[in-house]
């Protein structure tokens, strides 16, 4: 589970503060940080990668284990053909909507 630091960030010169009590040993050094909505948003867009790579991994798969038998290897070879169409299909739809939120 993600956690989320509540933070206060100045709407002028975008400082930000945590209710943290300082010990007395700190150093200030650069840290990027990210709007929880954007985190969310990069979250969705990964786990929909994930799904579609594991979707084209199953269907490249086929070709891992693809053996025709004697005397057919051009109608095995179409349907594969076939196949790689419909990964590539899976591969382009990913790039079409992700070319849409931009």
Same mark, same amino acid.
């Given at each position: 589970?993600?956690?989320?630091?509540?933070? !206060?960030?100045?709407? +002028?010169? $975008?400082?930000? /503060?945590? *209710?943290? *009590?300082?010990? $007395?040993?700190?150093?200030?050094?650069?840290? #990027?940080?990210? +709007?929880?909505?954007?985190?969310?948003?990069? #979250?969705?867009? =990964? +786990?929909?990668? @994930? %799904?579609? =790579?594991?979707?084209?991994?199953?269907? =490249? @798969?086929?070709? %891992?284990?693809?053996?025709?038998? /004697? $005397? @057919? !290897? /051009?109608?095995? !070879?179409?349907?594969?053909?076939? @196949?790689?169409?419909?990964? #590539?299909?899976?591969?382009?739809? +990913?790039?079409?909507?992700?070319?849409?939120?931009?």
């Amino acid at each position: 589970m993600i956690e989320y630091i509540q933070a !206060w960030q100045c709407i +002028g010169c $975008g400082k930000i /503060e945590a *209710p943290q *009590p300082c010990i $007395g040993v700190c150093r200030d050094r650069k840290v #990027l940080m990210v +709007g929880k909505d954007d985190h969310d948003k990069a #979250l969705s867009d =990964l +786990g929909a990668l @994930q %799904a579609r =790579l594991t979707r084209v991994h199953d269907m =490249l @798969q086929r070709f %891992a284990l693809a053996n025709p038998h /004697e $005397g @057919q !290897w /051009e109608r095995s !070879w179409q349907a594969l053909q076939v @196949q790689v169409r419909d990964v #590539l299909t899976v591969l382009d739809a +990913g790039d079409d909507a992700s070319e849409a939120k931009h």
